[in-house]
C-alpha cells in the first residue's frame, strides 16, 4: 500500500480531532462533565487537575484505534485504517498538550509570545477563561483560534443577554 492514503488518515484525523475536542469542550467539559472540568477554571496550586482525565479519554481513544488496526490484536478482523486513525488522535493530543498545557497554561515550560499565532492562540484561550462557571463563553477549541477581537465582542454580547457573568472586563 501507498504511504499516501495512511498519511492522509494520520492528518484528516488531526484536523477532525479540533472539531471533536471542541464539541466535547462546550458540548461535555462544559456540560455533565463539568465536574472534572471545573478546577481548570479555578485557580489552584496542584499539579494534577482533574480535568487531566480528560487526557486519559485520549488516550485510551487512540489506543483503542491501533487495537482495531492491530492484527496482533483483532487477528484477521484487523481493521487497517484503525492504527492510522490511532496516531492521528495521538498526534493532536501531543500537539494539545504542547499549546494547550505548555504555552498557554505554561504548565512545562515559560514562553510568552509576543505576535504570531501563537499569541492569538494565548489570546483566545485566555477568553475561555474570562467567564466565572460553565455557563457561556468562547473559545472552545484547542489549536485553531478565532480573532481575540470578534471574541470579546461575543462575550460582550453574552455579559450584556445575562448568558455569561465575566470574571474579568474581555472589552480591554
Avoid at 33 to 52: I, S
Avoid at 77 to 82: E, L, R, S, V
Wanted: charged share 20%; net charge positive.
Amino acid at each position: 500500500m501507498s504511504v499516501i492514503v495512511p498519511a492522509l488518515i494520520v492528518i484528516a484525523t488531526a484536523v477532525a480531532m479540533e472539531g471533536i475536542a471542541w464539541a466535547s469542550h462546550k458540548y461535555v467539559m462544559h456540560g455533565f462533565a463539568w465536574a472534572w472540568h471545573r478546577d481548570h477554571h479555578e485557580p489552584h496550586g496542584k499539579v494534577l487537575e482533574k480535568n487531566d482525565r480528560f487526557a486519559l479519554v485520549g488516550a485510551a481513544l487512540s489506543i483503542a484505534m491501533f487495537a482495531l488496526g492491530s492484527p496482533l490484536v483483532m487477528g484477521e478482523g484487523a481493521w487497517w485504517p484503525g492504527t492510522w486513525i490511532g496516531l492521528g488522535v495521538l498526534i493532536y493530543g501531543v500537539i494539545y498538550t504542547l499549546v494547550h498545557d505548555g504555552l498557554v497554561h505554561q504548565r512545562y515550560f515559560r514562553w510568552v509570545p509576543k505576535r504570531g499565532y501563537a499569541r492569538r492562540l494565548v489570546q483566545a484561550h485566555k477568553l475561555h477563561h474570562a467567564t466565572l462557571g460553565k455557563e457561556g463563553g468562547v473559545s472552545f477549541g484547542f489549536v485553531f483560534a478565532r480573532d481575540p477581537a470578534k471574541l470579546k465582542a461575543e462575550l460582550k454580547r453574552q455579559r450584556e443577554a445575562g448568558l455569561a457573568t465575566l470574571r474579568y472586563s474581555a472589552e480591554g
